[in-house]
Every structure is written in structure tokens, then in C-alpha cells.
């Protein structure tokens, strides 16, 4: 190992996305092959058995970019040096529940945590919130954070992101590598907009390619806006290693860039580009280099995608104050 470790923690990491999470970065996935890790492992004082038993197999794994384990009960130890945050840690949504339900009972989590990434988390902090309702805990965390300039706050919506594009390049049978340019817009929630209409696939704009409002409307749309309850009802627990694999999407993009020609989506402090109100987390089209994104500028958004934008970022707004009400912001 020629470089020093990049210290990357991980909240919840004794749960179901932890576990599909951690064996992937040991393996050098989420910030390249040349690059070890030493990996930082929150949980609460009931799971931290579970997690010391989650650090037994990534020894086992003998895996070479990893530098070492610790595991902390608190988030200030835990973020103590931290290059790397996973804020995964939170209460899952289970069947019936809306993300809305969740927000009290998550956000007294990202409060603290934000506090303590503040404190003591490394000047090149880059935080994903994977965490329900991720939007707006990132939004708590990046508030509770005020020496981290504010964008270095994300949420995830790369799996939103991923599922329109396996969704896209299924109607029109071609393969995922044919489709870029994917954008989800807004909140990781049902009212996300995911839109094709600044997509392409093989070049040709993704829309017309697709020619067909019905399905537009009625099946793709509500398909990937809904697709976490849809994996709740059928595999009876909500989405993991499709998430974790998401989550290692967005850091890798970010730390190592974005292919020319394409885009990805995350969920980043709006700076009101779109006439998304400046400070909302919202899903917005990005690329990322040299270890920072910029917001894709310039887009054509029409009145059917204007709507649909507009209701999610007004669902955000709604979190926003929600958050506020309760002070944790
Ligand atoms: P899980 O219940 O299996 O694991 C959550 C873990 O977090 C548990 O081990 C729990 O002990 C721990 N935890 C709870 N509070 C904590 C705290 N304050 N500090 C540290 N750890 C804490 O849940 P999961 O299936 O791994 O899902 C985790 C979160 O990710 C949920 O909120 C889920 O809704 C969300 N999620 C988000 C996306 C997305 O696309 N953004 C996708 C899937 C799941
Ligand atoms: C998902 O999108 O799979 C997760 O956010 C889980 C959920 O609650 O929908």
C-alpha cells in the first residue's frame, strides 16, 4: 500500500444495506483499485455485537485495500477523521408506512450526527445520506454542519436513477450501456420525477424513442417512483444490495468523475438552478470532476416535466418545514 488509508464511516452498518455495503468497499469498489481503506463502523450499543460480528467476515475476507476495522457506539468517535460518511443508519420503511412517517423518528439521528461531523469529520468530507427520508436527514445533517461547506451534503437517488435506466433499456430492448443522460428530479420518494426526456439512447433522444405517453405515464414513471414499496411487498424487506450497490455509484462518480457524455443523479443543496428553492436537497442531473459536481445547466424542461418537478420539490419544501417545527434544523 503506497497511499495512506482514506477513512471511510459507515452508519448502520450492522444492517442489511451495511452488510451488502461494507464487503464492496473492502474490495476497492467505492474509491478504486489503487486506493486502501480503513473502514469506521457506527451502530447503537444493541447492534454493535452484530457489527463486531460483520468485521469478523471482512477480516476473513483478507481483502488487500483494507487497512482496518473499528467499530464506535457514538457518532463522534466514528466520524473522528472521517474522509468518507455512509449515513445509513436509520429506521427502514416497512409495508403501509410513507416516508413521511419516518421523518421524526430519523431525523433525531442526523441531528447528532451532523453535530458530530462537524467536529471532527476530515476537511475533505464527502457525505452521502442513503438513510430514509434521505433528502431531507441530509438536509438536518448539512444544517447541523456549518464548518462543511453545504455541498459536500448529498442524498442518494442513484437508485432511482439505476432502475429508470434498467426500466428505459428493458421497453426498448437494449442494453443499460446504450441509455445515458437519466435524470431523477426531486425527493427519493414516490414523487420523484424521473425524466426521459433528456435522456438518450444510442444517441437518439430517449422520449422519442420510446413514443409512447401511455406507457410514459402509467407504467414507467410510477414503476421507478414506487419500485422501493414494489420491492418491499415482494421480497418482504426493503431494497439492500441493489442500494448498496447504488451508494457505491455515487461515491465512486463523485471521487473519480463521470464519463464524457453522460451524467449521473444526486441529491445535492439546490443553489436554485431549475427554480428548485435554494437549500432543498433535491435530485438534479450532475456531472462530477476532480472530486467535485456541478449541477448540468441548461436543460429543457416542458410543461408535463415542469409539473411533475415542481410537485416533488414541493413535497421537499413541505419536509423542509416539517424539520423545522420539530428544531432540527
Ligand atoms: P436495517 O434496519 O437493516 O439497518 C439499519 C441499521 O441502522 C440497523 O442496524 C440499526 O441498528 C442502525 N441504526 C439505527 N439508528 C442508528 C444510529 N443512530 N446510528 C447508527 N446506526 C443506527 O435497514 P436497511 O435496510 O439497511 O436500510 C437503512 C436505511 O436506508 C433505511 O432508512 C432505508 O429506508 C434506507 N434506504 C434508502 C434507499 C435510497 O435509495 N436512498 C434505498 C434503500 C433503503
Ligand atoms: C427504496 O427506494 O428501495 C428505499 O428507499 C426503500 C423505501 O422505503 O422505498
Known amino acids: 500500500m503506497t497511499q495512506p488509508p482514506v477513512n471511510v464511516t459507515v452508519t448502520g452498518a450492522a444492517g442489511q444495506i451495511g452488510y451488502a455495503l461494507l464487503f464492496r468497499i473492502a474490495s476497492g469498489q467505492l474509491l ?8 469506521r463502523l457506527l451502530e447503537i450499543p444493541q447492534a454493535v455485537k452484530a457489527a463486531e460480528g460483520t468485521a469478523l ?40 408506512m410513507e416516508r413521511g412517517d419516518l421523518l ?18 476530515a476537511d475533505d468530507i464527502k457525505v452521502l445520506v ?10 438536518i445533517a448539512q444544517a447541523n454542519a456549518p464548518d462543511i461547506p453545504a455541498e459536500r451534503f448529498t442524498a442518494m437517488t442513484r437508485l432511482d436513477h ?27 420518494s414516490a414523487t420523484q420525477y424521473p425524466d426521459i426526456f433528456n435522456a438518450e439512447v444510442k444517441g437518439e433522444n430517449a422520449a422519442q424513442a420510446v413514443n409512447d405517453q401511455q406507457w410514459l405515464e402509467n407504467e414507467f414513471i410510477p414503476r421507478v417512483a414506487k419500485r422501493g414499496a414494489e420491492i418491499i411487498e415482494v421480497r418482504g424487506a426493503s431494497s439492500a444490495a441493489s442500494a448498496a450497490s447504488a451508494a457505491i455509484d455515487h461515491i465512486y462518480d463523485w471521487v473519480n468523475g463521470t464519463p464524457d457524455g453522460d451524467w449521473v443523479s444526486m441529491a445535492v443543496p439546490s443553489d436554485g438552478s431549475y427554480g428548485v428553492p435554494e437549500g432543498l436537497i433535491s435530485s438534479f442531473p450532475v456531472v462530477c470532476k476532480n ?39
Do not use: C
Open 32 to 39: 478504486g483499485q489503487d486506493k486502501p481503506v480503513r473502514l
Open 130 to 139: 442513503v438513510g430514509n427520508p434521505a433528502n431531507t436527514n441530509a438536509l
Open 162 to 188: 439505476n432502475r429508470a435506466i434498467a426500466q428505459l433499456a428493458k421497453k426498448l430492448q437494449v442494453p443499460v450501456s446504450d441509455v445515458k443522460k437519466m435524470t431523477i428530479w426531486g425527493n427519493h
Open 291 to 329: 472530486g467535485s459536481y456541478e449541477i448540468v445547466q441548461g436543460l429543457q424542461i416542458n410543461d408535463f416535466s415542469r409539473a411533475r418537478i415542481d410537485a416533488s420539490v414541493a413535497e421537499l419544501s413541505e419536509e423542509r418545514e416539517a424539520v423545522r417545527k420539530l428544531g432540527l434544523i
Open 57 to 96: 467476515e471482512l477480516e476473513d475476507g483478507a481483502f488487500p485495500l483494507l487497512a482496518g476495522i473499528d467499530i464506535y457506539d457514538n457518532p463522534k468517535d466514528a466520524f473522528d477523521g472521517a474522509n468518507i460518511a455512509l449515513l445509513v443508519g436509520a429506521r427502514p420503511r416497512t409495508k403501509g
Open 104 to 121: 421524526e423518528a430519523n431525523g433525531g439521528i442526523f441531528k447528532p450526527q451532523g453535530e458530530a461531523l462537524n467536529a471532527g469529520a
